[in-house]
């Protein structure tokens, strides 16, 4: 797994307890996720207004999260994908196979 800053770290930490509290006020496991759970939070993070770069933080975090303990990583789904592309609200991400985002 690559090194990340402490910065990122912090961010990922922060993003990922996002995902948490989601998870326990809808009743599902942050850890590990399926991909249909992280596709609902996309989706809810979506409805909240929420920047495309941000939710694509979200997932690099939850993605990493689970590489770290040892999970499948359930961010793979293409649906979460176009759940991104579909929301017309930045431009379109590709979500490497590392988690990064890069602008298409």
């Known amino acids: 797994m690559k090194a990340l800053t402490p910065r990122t ?8 307890q996002s995902f948490r509290d989601w998870c326990g006020a809808v009743d599902r496991p942050a850890l590990p996720a399926d991909s249909a759970t992280v596709l609902n939070f996309v ?10 770069p941000t939710i694509g933080r979200r997932i690099a975090a939850i993605r990493h999260a689970h590489l770290a303990a040892g999970h499948a990583v359930p961010t793979e789904d293409p649906r979460i994908r176009g759940a991104l592309d579909e ?10 196979g590392f988690g990064q985002l890069l602008a298409r």
């Open 87 to 96: 929301s017309g609200t930045a431009p379109r991400l590709v979500l490497s």
């Open 9 to 16: 770290l912090r961010q990922y930490g922060n993003d990922f």
């Open 43 to 52: 989706r809810h993070e979506l409805q909240r207004g929420l920047a495309v």
